[in-house]
């Protein structure tokens, strides 16, 4: 399969699912990375790994970008099946989550539906998770729809939210999990193991 990855930061899962596509543990090829941000960690990495950077700036209309339906058009050129959404912090324009319907997934720092949405982004979210008491944490695989976090939820993981936590190491303990359970979820991807319920939910199946 043919994987495209959106980051806007230091590309920590961008770089994880990168290894295990290197390794042969993902059966896909990142074939192009999308940023607005084109001076980020994660665009960086791609460029030393020789990984086409697509800039697309999102809601501002910039000189040095490409707009939405040029995106669309430079997906399709690279013929990617699947869009992974890794720490990008802009929303998905309609035209891409309609151009790729059940094809774009995200990853999210917290059990959604709990701490979603706009304005839960980065430490913000581990900061809201300690200041509401709650014992559990750990970050969500989804897919994209029209709206921020709200896609339905592919993966989860589960990590302990410890007395005394700061945001910085919840924060921590959540991204070691996102980088496996994101590799796990593509790897299914790739492998056409994600099933659709006639409810709409959509599950991992188990290698034959
Ligand atoms: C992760 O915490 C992810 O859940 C969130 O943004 C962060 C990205 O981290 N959407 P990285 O850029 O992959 O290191």
């Known amino acids: 399969k ?22 042969g543990l993902v059966h896909g090829d990142i074939t192009v990375l999308v940023t ?3 001076g980020c960690g994660g665009a960086e990495y791609a460029r030393d790994n020789q990984i086409p950077v697509v800039i697309f ?18 997906l ?3 013929e990617v099946d699947f869009l992974l959404l890794a720490g990008y912090l802009k929303l998905i324009p309609i035209e891409l989550v309609q151009a790729f319907r059940r094809s774009i997934l995200n990853i999210h720092p917290s059990l959604l539906p709990a ?28 897919f994209v729809d029209e709206q921020y976090d709200t896609g339905r939820i592919l993966a989860q993981r589960v990590v302990p939210v410890l007395t005394d936590d700061t945001a910085e190491q919840l924060a921590a303990r959540v991204l070691s999990q996102e980088h496996q ?18 409810d709409g939910v959509p599950l991992i199946r188990s290698r034959d």
């Open 115 to 142: 701490f979603g949405g706009k304005g839960f982004y980065g430490l913000k979210v581990h900061e809201a998770v300690i200041g509401s008491g709650a014992r559990y944490s750990g970050p969500t695989v989804h």
């Open 2 to 23: 043919r994987l495209a990855v959106f980051v806007s930061g230091g590309g920590s899962n961008f770089k994880a699912i990168h290894e295990a596509t290197k390794q």
């Open 181 to 198: 359970v994101y590799v796990e979820v593509v790897t299914a991807l790739c492998e056409d193991r994600i099933v659709w319920r006639d």
């Open 76 to 78: 399709r050129k690279f």
């Open 36 to 38: 607005d941000k084109p």
């Open 57 to 74: 700036p999102g809601s501002k209309s910039s000189p040095d970008g490409v707009s939405a339906a040029e995106l669309v058009a430079t």
